[in-house]
C-alpha cells in the first residue's frame, strides 16, 4: 500500500493514524466503486423522471406547480448540506483525535439534521397525497415518488448507520476499524448530498422554471 497522504477522495485520516489510514485506501476506494452502482440507479430514474416530464407522462394528474413547495424544498436542502458541513467535523474530529466525546457530538448533529429533512420530506409527501399526486395517478408521479423516496431511504439509512457508529465509539472507542468505517460512513453522506443537488435542480427546479 501506498503510504502517501492522498489515498482516495476526502478527508484522509493521515499517516499518524497508520493501520487504519493504510486499510482505508482499499476499503473506502472499495467503497466508491460500490456507490457508483447507486449512482448508475439514481441515474436511470433521472432518465425515467425526464421521459414523463410532460403532459402524456402526467396523464392528467396533478403536476409541479399544483404539488410542489419550494419553500420546504430550500428547507429540506438546508438540512441536508448543513448536515454534510457537520460531517466534517466527525471527519476533522476523528483525524485530529479531539475525542470521542466530540466525535460522537457531531455525529448526532448530522442524524439530527438528517432526521429534520425526513421530517419536511416526509410531510410534503402526505400533502402532495392529500392534493392527489398519489404514486399511481400517472407516471410521472411514479417516478417521483421512485426517485425522491429512494433518496430518502439512503437519508434514513445513513442516520442507523450514523446511530450504529455511536453504539461502536461507545463500547469499542476509536479504534481502527471504527475508523474506516467512519470514513466510509463519509464518503455516503457526502454522496447524499451530491445526488440532493441532481434531484434539487432538476426535479423541482426544472418543472417550474
Known amino acids: 500500500m501506498s503510504s502517501n497522504n492522498g489515498l482516495y477522495p476526502g478527508l484522509n ?22 456507490l457508483m452502482s447507486d449512482l448508475i ?28 413547495n419550494l ?19 466527525v471527519s476533522l474530529s476523528m483525524k485530529y483525535d ?10 448526532l448533529i448530522c442524524a439530527l439534521l438528517g432526521g429534520g429533512f425526513l421530517f419536511f420530506e416526509i410531510s410534503d409527501f402526505i400533502d402532495q397525497a392529500a392534493k392527489g399526486g398519489k404514486p399511481q395517478a400517472s407516471g410521472w408521479l411514479s417516478s417521483y415518488w421512485l426517485l425522491v423516496g429512494l433518496h430518502g431511504f439512503h437519508v434514513f439509512s445513513g442516520i442507523v448507520w450514523i446511530l450504529a457508529m455511536v453504539g461502536q465509539i461507545l463500547t469499542r472507542g ?12 463519509g464518503v455516503f453522506w457526502h454522496f447524499l448530498d451530491l445526488i ?10 426544472v418543472p417550474l422554471a
Do not use: C
Not at 419553500?71 to 467535523?89: C, D, E, H, N, R
Not at 440532493?196 to 427546479?205: M, R
Open 41 to 68: 440507479i439514481f441515474g436511470i430514474l433521472f432518465a425515467s423522471y425526464a421521459s414523463y416530464l410532460n403532459p402524456i407522462g402526467m396523464a392528467g394528474a396533478p403536476g409541479p406547480q399544483a404539488l410542489f
Open 98 to 107: 479531539h475525542g470521542a466525546k466530540k466525535l460522537i457530538g457531531w455525529l
Open 71 to 89: 419553500k420546504s424544498v430550500a428547507i429540506q436542502t438546508a438540512f441536508l448540506l448543513f448536515g454534510g458541513v457537520a460531517y466534517a467535523g
Open 13 to 34: 485520516l493521515g499517516s499518524v493514524h497508520d493501520e487504519a489510514h493504510q486499510q482505508a485506501e482499499a476499503t473506502v476506494f472499495g467503497f466508491w466503486v460500490f
Open 196 to 205: 440532493w443537488v441532481g434531484i434539487f435542480s432538476f426535479v423541482f427546479l
Open 174 to 185: 476509536v479504534d481502527d476499524v471504527v475508523k474506516v468505517r467512519l470514513s466510509m460512513l
